[in-house]
């Protein structure tokens, strides 16, 4: 790194939607280019000789941030080249949105490649971008060194470069300036040219020439962005839970309170993320009754998706939860022991919600009169009015959603689970997030889409700092394999954060209504060692709920969703322990809380799953083997590429199995693996160097 | 394609150099985006609902333009799609730049991509561009379907499409508004409301809809841009030859004349643009004697690329050669004969160049008062001196150079070979390329750098027309099979054209000199079947001139770049009737005029190598087999794909030997060739279905 020149980094935040500026892009691109240029006018500073290319990373041409977390780094690389022969220097600028750049030089790979690293030690958005210039003065000084070689006169050339000394002296001031003078006045002096040109060499001069370096016809790429998230935005553990039910005596209304006295358990199984479906009030017109009928009782709770009653909208608490003080008490218990309340941010009104009322533009009106409510043709869902993002008053209602963010933020809650993103418009979500963050650049934003590809990876791109993922519907060794390499890696794995889920309230998947419980132990733990973040909505996973509301269907028979349910905690056939034991192996072992350094590896069998997850250091690895058959025994020979992995491949190493504890020594890269899925369907081995290699660390 | 709407299509251009506006692409970035927006206005149209994203074909985000050639198609594909399940409208928006567009509607391929294409049917540059957008009654329309196969009420439904067409119309006129106006009265009609509504399906009013839509939230893509290139540019069979060698007598210096006389020759192998090196005055002073000595007699000729000496410059012609008359009659006559003269482009300067006295700027100076030489250090070329590029009269530099081509192009020459461009900044040949082309669409310029590979391909990415390639390096199956594919595939073959030289007169590869006859009959089919320009130096090439000035040189000994040659074109070893028989080939074979549809198949000897190229629409299959073993007769098992080639897997096809002649009938994808280079070290075949194959087109 060298000196902070004073221009500040610009914002390098695009507008909220790329594709949406007030003018035609089209029409607006033409304006600043050839069509307002007269016929021979020459519009360019022809003397920058430095082309800058292929930056990454970059999501899009730069249209989008990158995504980090606090304390990594961000290595980039770009091809820079000029024409001619003369050197090029290649300077890497970076820093936090609004301060001076700082400088790293970037080291050349060859074929025109360099590259440089950062590290983003802040939360909130950093800036990179790429600074390229031909260097007059390490052009003249390779040359002068293959002259000197070649035993030429140089009495000319210690002049040229006597010129460049005395350019970068005008440049300079201080003590640099003094220094740069003297030596420009050394390289004319009286002694012999040879002499003064070798004395021209030395290391001193060369980074003093460095430091003031012309730079005046220096070409920069455009600044990339890169949004900072807390590490939780990367590696996280989710648990959720409909507060209603928690109360300890079946029939009763759960409440914050109860939720507090279940942290315990909950934090015992080592979640940090505590998710609630909305808290809000619920309406109650249409109100549906259990498992989804049109029709409600007057005593059925109705769908916490519902939200909106007399009582209030998206800022209020439902009653019968308790009062925002009790929420408040739930986050601070929460945080107490390692956990984050995650909100719903479901942004929908029923037709009691107070906004209706007010603000009625901001909902479609029908033709006779009624108000618009959500349908999926031929499906009618009316007990749901979606807000109209195409109203006149779109930018009221964005300003509007917008407060009620910050509204439950500044009631301690950071995290959000946002639920349908895909159904309000990309440019809504982008704006959102930017301007929460631009003031709480800790707020994580989960996008809650399960949705065709290209709509999941854009929620990703526009700043969702985690998505739902089509793991549910994964389930073959192929399909596994196929999906997290992609995940994994760039230009995905740059935007794209994978929050795995085993189930959800909509989704129990037909692999855990047939699979019993070994699938339901399998599905966590790929979820908990494929992604670095994952979540279980429980108590039903633990307590192995399987049972659909009908047959074929991904519905839980009476589901929370429309009813109190009561959770036989203490039942013997919980798998809760395992999730704790899991998740434990997760909290030590770095390898499982980023998505970096995912490998499979082969196996001789079809229903067994192989791979490594290492720390991006490399010092730590784990190596993960699932059975996807849930009812037979399976074994198979996998191998492994020892030198790859960093590992012996002619000396023992050892092999300790996390889960059902025991080290073996290993050696070479084919392993016989045996699963028993009775038992358990998975190992998970963490793979090291014997303590007598001279390898270790 | 649908109507024309009124807007013009903007120049797609960007500015000559990307990386070099007047001011730092990182601050006036910043000066259009965030930091400039108070924090929570919200600045964009936040209806735009639609996105698109992933546009293809386009060269470095659309950077720089594709190249196409007349009577070739455009194909784009993108990503659109929108939030929601609304019915999303995607347009293709083509055509000549400075006319309004013309509209594609884009095809779903599923997986929201679209695809268009459009013709570019004239020289010039072509802009394209997208717009995508919710579309409101296609949404209505397909709902409206649902309910009615459910067999629900419409009642409110009918009435919610009448608004549609009503505002419809109220962007119609004429025929098309009165029209509207009817249906939508129609839909508000007293008959039964599912009977209205079947009545609004019928296609002619989605047409009448469709033609009127609701684009008024329309998202557009940035304009990208196409330059259309003549065909030439694409399908080109170069010969170089000096002029002052062409004189009959031995020791005469060649003129133009002479150079007439030699038309029937070349044409008469089948080429059709004749290169000619620099035919400038050559400078005196510094002047190479032959085979490269640096003290010249005053009879030796010089180095025609020593550009300048008293009777003029770059628009001067050597006296030697002729007249600029007797120029003109030379394109003339070419011309007449189907072939196109290509002049040099060297933009440097002999020390005698009135430039170098009118313009001392545009030299650097040294600080002995004397002009700075070409070096690479510790080699100096005081025969030339560059022009200073960082010259403060930078821009009257460039406008001079400019002239000289315009010169060039008002004598009737569009073709040039561009020398080294290289050592020029890129700036101003792309600077350079839009100025000439803008006036002169038909203008090709080809790139003559053999650099690095991004510099390569920067330099087709930034204007120019061909480029020569690594083809002369490029001798085993595996590297010519490589290169073959990046260049003929996507993104390369968007922006690089290749130009494949088997010689040149700087080049003398030591498969030439060592390889015999078979080895330049190999290289030049090669080079022909390959790629769909290359070109020879002859008469060099076609006598078999293989001795080098020195062991290990690729410099050809007593080169015509230093002296004059005599040439006996009579000579019985002579190639040149191969070469005319593989040049009619390649004109009567669309499948060797583009550089698409190459494919490399299997054949078991890894001294053969074995390839197809189809015509774009498939019909023409070329199956070339070339022996890289100059002296032993080799024998393979070559594998064809037939059903991916369109060839019959069950039946018979026919196989025509082009060059030997006699026709065969094959059957099956594997087949044995036998190649003796002795007589002829490759094959080139046409495949086609047999005359009595029902498949036959």
């Known amino acids: 790194m060298s000196g902070v020149p004073p221009t500040p980094i610009p914002t390098p935040d695009r507008p909220p939607s790329g594709e949406a500026p007030e003018e035609d892009a089209i029409s607006s691109h033409a304006e600043r280019t050839m ?84 590290g983003v030690d802040r939360l909130g958005r950093y800036g990179y971008g790429i600074e390229a210039w031909t260097d007059a003065w390490r052009t003249w000084r390779g040359d ?39 030596r420009a006045a050394e390289l004319r002096g009286p002694s012999d040219a040879t002499a003064r040109a070798h004395g021209a060499l030395d290391l001193a001069l060369d980074a003093l020439m460095s430091r003031h370096a012309d730079r005046s016809n220096a070409t920069r790429s455009d600044a990339l962005a890169v949004v ?27 409440t914050f309170r109860d939720v507090i006295e279940r942290l315990p358990y909950v934090a015992g199984m080592g979640f940090d993320v505590l998710y609630l479906p909305p808290i809000h009030p619920i309406g109650r017109r249409f109100r549906k009754g259990p498992n989804n009928v049109t029709t409600a009782s007057e005593h059925d709770p109705g769908v916490p998706w519902a939200i909106g009653g007399p009582e209030g909208g998206h800022t209020a608490i439902h009653p019968q939860l308790g009062t925002l003080d009790d929420f408040r008490d739930l986050v601070r218990e929460a945080e107490r022991r390692g956990m984050a309340v995650a909100l719903d941010i479901a942004f929908q009104a029923s037709p009691d919600h107070p906004a209706v009322r007010d603000h009625r533009t901001w909902f479609r009106q029908r033709p006779d009169g009624t108000v618009q409510y ?48 895909h159904t309000k418009p990309f440019a809504f979500w982008e704006w959102l997030i930017g301007e929460v963050k631009r003031d709480h650049p800790e707020a994580i934003f989960l996008a809650e889409a399960f949705t065709r590809p290209k709509v999941m990876y854009r929620l990703g791109k526009l700043g969702f700092s985690q998505s739902y993922t089509y793991f549910t519907w994964r389930n073959t060794k192929w399909e596994l394999q196929s999906y997290f390499e992609e995940l994994s890696r760039p230009p995905v794995a740059d935007f794209f954060r994978p929050n795995a889920w085993p189930n959800t309230p909509d989704i129990l998947h037909e692999t855990l209504q047939h699979g019993g419980r070994a699938a339901f132990q399998a599905r966590l733990i790929l979820a908990a060692t494929l992604s670095a973040s994952y979540g279980i909505y429980g108590p039903a996973y633990e307590l192995l709920q399987a049972t659909p509301r009908d047959p074929g269907s991904e519905e839980y028979l009476d589901s929370e969703k429309y009813q109190l349910q009561h959770w036989e905690l203490d039942d013997e056939r919980s798998i809760a322990p395992l999730i704790g034991a899991v998740n434990r192996i997760r909290q030590e ?17 079809d229903q067994l799953i192989c791979y490594t997850k290492r720390s991006p250091d490399g010092a730590d690895i784990v190596l993960t083997v699932v059975s996807l058959d849930f009812r037979n025994p399976r074994s198979g020979t996998l191998e492994l590429p020892l030198e790859w992995l960093g590992l012996p491949p002619d000396a023992p190493y050892e092999a300790e199995d996390l889960l059902a504890g025991g080290a073996e020594s290993w050696h070479g890269g084919r392993h016989e693996i045996a699963i028993d899925p009775a038992a358990l369907p998975a190992r998970i081995v963490q793979l090291r160097r014997g303590a007598g290699d001279p390898g270790v660390r």
């Open 589 to 605: 072992h770095p390898a499982l809380q980023w998505n970096g350094r995912l490998d499979f590896h082969p196996i001789d069998d």
């Open 228 to 254: 900072v998230d807390p590490v939780r935005a990367r590696f996280s553990t989710w648990y959720e839970l409909f507060p209603r039910s928690t109360a300890r005596e079946p029939g009763r209304h759960g």
């Open 374 to 421: 959500a349908e999926n043709p031929p499906k009618k869902y009316q007990d749901i009015y979606p807000f109209d993002f195409e109203s006149a008053d779109w930018d009221g209602l964005w300003q509007h959603l917008c407060e009620v963010v910050r509204f439950w933020i500044d009631q301690g809650v950071t995290v959000f689970r946002v639920d349908n993103p």
């Open 35 to 118: 069509s307002a240029r007269p016929s021979g006018r020459i519009a360019v500073a022809g003397r920058r000789r430095a082309v800058i290319e292929a930056i990454s990373p970059q999501v899009d041409g730069g249209r989008f941030a990158i995504k980090r977390v606090v304390g990594e780094a961000v290595t980039v690389e770009a091809d820079a080249f000029a024409d001619g022969h003369d050197a090029v220097s290649v300077m890497l600028l970076h820093g936090p949105e609004g301060e001076p750049w700082t400088e790293t030089a970037m080291e050349p790979l060859g074929n025109d490649r360099w590259r440089a690293s950062f």
């Open 144 to 182: 002068l060194e293959k002259r000197l070689a070649a035993g030429q006169d140089v009495t000319v050339d210690v002049l040229i470069g006597a010129a460049l000394v005395d350019a970068a002296a005008a440049r300079a001031d201080g003590p640099d300036r003094a220094e740069l003078e003297a």
